[in-house]
């Protein structure tokens, strides 16, 4: 992007509100892209702050470890694809063999 935009230390993006305004689709796929926020200012002074959603997502309400971890092993186990058809008939077939005990 042809933009003057300086970087912070911690990577993020500050740019002017004027250069905002002018690339403002432009800053939308970027942030997304590159999972980074970007501090907007005006005459200097830091005004704002665009996140990405899943950026706000994880400030507003964080994931519990517990989901994490599951998560990460159903990526793993490759069962992160299933759908809710698939999971119902895995835990009907377990509830009948468990019964069967």
Request: glycine letters at 4%.
């Amino acid at each position: 992007m042809a933009t003057s935009a300086a970087m912070a230390k911690n990577g993020t993006i500050v740019i002017s509100a004027l250069r905002a305004r002018a690339n403002f689709g432009k800053l939308l796929s970027r942030i997304e892209d590159e999972r980074r926020s970007l501090i907007i200012e005006k005459r200097g002074t830091p005004k704002a702050v665009l996140l990405s959603i899943r950026e706000y997502v994880k400030l507003a309400a964080p994931e519990p470890e517990v989901l994490r971890v599951l998560g990460e092993e159903s990526e793993r186990h490759g069962t992160s694809t299933l759908t809710s058809r698939q999971i119902d008939k895995i835990i009907k077939s377990s509830r009948r063999q468990k019964a069967k005990r």
